[in-house]
């Protein structure tokens, strides 16, 4: 990578100072003259420093007195409002969200893409490439054999291990035969649903949420019934409570409690606990997806749902994917009094895991470097979760709401006006840029004027003009549908 | 690996000979005192050489005149009888076999195992470790970031090209983006059936057939309908028609048509070729089992069932388990006109396979020493099912039948009186020797009285001792019942 400039670089400075908090909403810079001397730079570079700082929102000329700190443009930025939770669920129904996704994939090919915001996925560079592969070669020198022996079935692979250490942060209580390696958090998901339901079976889900889930759910045969679900505090156990009173065909509630994908949102402890025991007074079987709990801006680890458990009712899945290594298809499951039945499945669909890549990663998270990478990775996270709000605070149409959220690689948005999501894909699809809209993440209507942003990648100048540009569009889209 | 003491490498060496036909049946070795000067080894060491062959039973000594050549023993046993293919089929049922594995598994797990006939797989030493090694190190040197980016959806890995090379010298016209990989060929099993059939359907296997596919049956709600099957020329195409026509619901048939699990039968082209016909014509889907092609005892390569397919009606699945890295879980499937509907339940079931694996192995494949290491493969299990089969002709019980395959890395053996092949596991495992009983490859109990055993490791005293020890028990077990 090449140096940024060195205006770029003082820029940078001087934001840390301002997240930092030792420059505040108010306070002035220093004036060009200072910064001149402070920095040993030229005019041209101070003035050039304080236009971009401005450029970006972070502070504001006053006439003759200089520049001065501006509150974040994200603090402007609307909330959304809460779900009804208290209204009757839509009725619950087979899913068809491939035809959705198809249609978005097929449109997705006509064009080129420069800018990507669809992902739910961090930037490669963000990942601990050096040292897993550090790992891999020395493995693959010390047993040369492992590419050629099949996985002794059962093996205690440190993945394993590191899965059920990790879950003790989690408040679970986990030996590392009753964790499963997967083929990633997708795979831990279908074992889940097949071995507690049935085809036909009615799960229910967060509405919205990801359409890798319902898909799982369509091609499973399974039904879905969407539950109201907070952008702050999640799943509503309230409204679920209701739908588990409406439908006695219910095997299953899958829940996201930390950073919820796409709401960011997190369930308070007092919720995941009441939602273990009302599953478990209504032998509902609850499965926890714990993908992004890692990525919560926070030192101390949030309780895992499952660590609430005491009857093997909680099957716990999760993966590696958003947090340590994108290229390797790696999750887990603990399935609780499933499970024998998961093991079966696992086996009759896939077998064990390839032995390499477990050990690998079990290796890494053995070590210290996991959790200094962890640190980084959430820094480096927040850094663009802010910045990419500010940009669309600084672009989107007035009335664009969206829950900054505590962690994670995304960004839920909700643009004014019911303006639709579609019509922004396919004129943003144009000029090559790509989002995901919300009509993905439910099987109703009701997120149609929703968007999906991906931050996990470092926020370039690129990032940022496409951001622009994507505002522009909703604008223009808006201003079209008025005069219509 | 030590090397093997200097009667044991001459024995090889005249081993070879036998083999080779330069030292035929009838033909006297050289004499002691010959050999001595031939090979400059003592007395004791020519004496040791030829006592040696003649404990297993390559030469016999004949008063005063020196040892000749013996029939290999292999050629005394007794084929099996084909299956009687005129018969109404069972009727098609769920499968059971979960139970009767678990039994198995649980079993096993009580006694030491020290010697395993059970599995269907080869020594890793049969496979080219160093050079898979070397390819990945040089894989992860070169692109470092391989395991922290995300899998690009479709790329067309050199996995998927080999795949469609290798498709072509089988007979098949495949484009890349025509193949899918998949975890091992268990998972393109999986799709394929998921793509074809739903729960509550029936499905023709070929009888007996191996557990894993009746596994999968099983966990997925369909039910199985076994048609007779050769030792000789596989699954009865005529038995199979009556099938389609007694049963209106069998959506699928899953045939294994080269060196079938476990008979190790080859279908002959003329009833590959019927089979697709007869499928087509019932619109049933054929999805063909092509794990083993790759090890039969051939230059020319056998054509693929897919190869007469004209319609899309054949899903091919394959896999390298067997064939370069059983510690790789690396399998594909071109699915025909299910392709879309495959592409989308493996992205549902587990995303698209690791990038790296597929590279290692592809890049492998594209060089000359795949087909070099298949035949030395080839060579060695040749020579791994000829000893098994010698010592099984020298300890079975008289009536004990197999047919010898003509490639592959296992046994299907008979045994006399419709003896227990439960009560021969049973025994033997109580002495650390496993073997696989018949009753787990058909949800019948027809094939009680037979066992698989396992060729895929290097022949050594411990494998002849066992097996001697297996005919023994089974010897034991026979004369325990007649006498009872």
């Not at 969200?97 to 560079?125: N, T, Y």
């Not at 507690?196 to 399974?222: C, I, K, N, R, W």
């Not at 390499?356 to 927040?382: C, I, K, N, P, V």
Request: glycine share 6%.
């Amino acid at each position: 990578m090449e140096p940024s400039p060195l205006y770029r670089q003082l820029a940078v400075h001087y934001l840390d100072a301002i997240r930092a908090g030792s420059l505040k909403p108010g306070d002035k810079l220093p004036s060009l003259r200072s910064l001149t001397r402070l920095h040993s730079i030229s005019l041209s570079t101070a003035l050039q420093l304080c236009r971009t700082m401005e450029g970006e929102g972070w502070v504001e000329a006053r006439d003759r007195s200089g520049y001065f700190v501006r509150r974040p443009r994200r603090l402007a930025i609307a909330a959304m409002e809460e779900p009804a939770a208290h209204v009757a669920p839509d009725p619950a129904q087979y899913v068809g969200i491939h035809a959705k996704v198809s249609e978005f994939v097929a449109r997705r090919r006509q064009g080129e893409v420069r800018i990507d915001f669809s992902l739910a996925r961090g930037a490669p560079e963000l990942y601990p490439a050096q040292a897993l592969q550090t790992i891999m070669m020395r493995l693959l020198r010390q047993r040369p054999a492992l590419l050629t022996t099949a996985a002794p079935s059962r093996s205690l692979t440190p993945l394993r291990e590191a899965a059920a250490r990790r879950g003790m942060r989690a408040g679970m209580t986990l030996a590392p035969d009753e964790v499963l390696s997967t083929n990633g958090c997708i795979e831990a998901l279908n074992l889940a649903l097949r071995a507690v339901a049935q085809p036909g079976d009615t799960v229910a889900v967060e509405s919205p949420t990801f359409y890798g889930l319902l898909q799982v759910l369509e091609s499973l045969g399974m039904r879905a019934v969407e539950i109201p679900t907070s952008p702050q505090t999640g799943l509503s156990v309230e409204a679920l409570e209701m739908a588990l009173e409406a439908y006695d065909n219910i095997k299953a509630v899958v829940v996201v409690p930390h950073l919820q994908n796409p709401l960011g949102s997190v369930m308070p402890d007092a919720h995941k606990q009441r939602l273990v025991a009302l599953c478990e007074q209504h032998g509902v079987a609850l499965i926890e997806d714990d993908t992004y709990s890692e990525l919560l801006d926070s030192d101390t680890p949030a309780r895992a749902i499952k660590s609430w458990d005491r009857t093997g009712n909680v099957i716990h899945c999760a993966s590696l994917h958003k947090i340590l290594a994108p290229g390797m298809r790696l999750g887990w499951i603990s399935a609780g009094r499933w499970h024998a039945r998961v093991e079966m499945l696992k086996y009759t669909q896939t077998r064990s895991n390839e032995e390499l890549s477990q050990w690998t990663a079990g290796e890494y998270m053995a070590t210290g470097a996991f959790d200094r990478h962890l640190r980084r990775l959430r820094e480096r996270l927040r850094e663009q979760r802010e910045r990419t709000t500010d940009a669309i605070a600084a672009h989107f149409p007035p009335g664009t709401r969206l829950n900054l959220p505590p962690g994670g690689l995304q960004l839920w948005v909700e643009l004014p006006d019911r303006l639709s999501s579609m019509t922004v894909f396919d004129r943003a699809l144009r000029e090559g840029i790509l989002v995901a809209p919300g009509a993905l993440f439910s099987n109703s209507s009701r997120f149609d004027h929703y968007l999906r942003i991906n931050c996990g990648w470092p926020f370039t100048d690129a990032i940022e003009s496409g951001l622009r540009r994507l505002g522009e569009i909703a604008c223009e889209s808006g201003a079209v549908r008025m005069a219509a």
